[in-house]
């Protein structure tokens, strides 16, 4: 059964940092790509950022600069650090596992606030 367990979020002051974890169990996580998506409030969730199994990285315009994901396949676990956060970021963050075939997992959800 695979499981995803998020940690990491919180309540930030505009500018601030943090970083979120996904630990990831029940899969062969050097063969999965992980995303992160976001909900802020009254949006639909959005993808932010994605690591595939080679390590290459794609990251929205939205945080650009700002968040990066990275993975530690030892760890099975993703990350997404986010750096000079804004209100604007203030929503639930997801981790999701994408195997090469096959539907996608989903973690819990995050939130993360930031506050001005």
């Known amino acids: 059964q695979v499981q995803l367990v998020e940690s990491g979020g919180g309540l930030v002051q505009a500018g601030e940092s943090l970083r979120l974890s996904c630990e990831v169990s029940?899969?062969?996580?050097?063969?999965?790509?992980m995303g992160w998506y976001r909900r802020a409030p009254g949006k639909s969730r959005v993808l932010v950022a994605q690591?595939?199994?080679?390590?290459?990285?794609y990251h929205s315009d939205s945080v650009k600069g700002r968040f990066t994901i990275s993975r530690d396949n030892a760890m099975s676990t993703a990350y997404l650090q986010m750096d000079n956060l804004t209100p604007e970021d203030t929503a639930v963050y997801y981790c999701?596992?994408?195997?090469?075939?096959?539907?996608?997992?989903w973690g819990q959800g995050t939130q993360v606030t930031v506050s001005s």
């Open positions: 999701k596992l994408i195997p090469p075939t096959g539907f996608g997992y």
């Open positions: 029940g899969s062969i996580f050097s063969d999965d790509a």
């Open positions: 690591i595939d199994k080679d390590g290459n990285t």
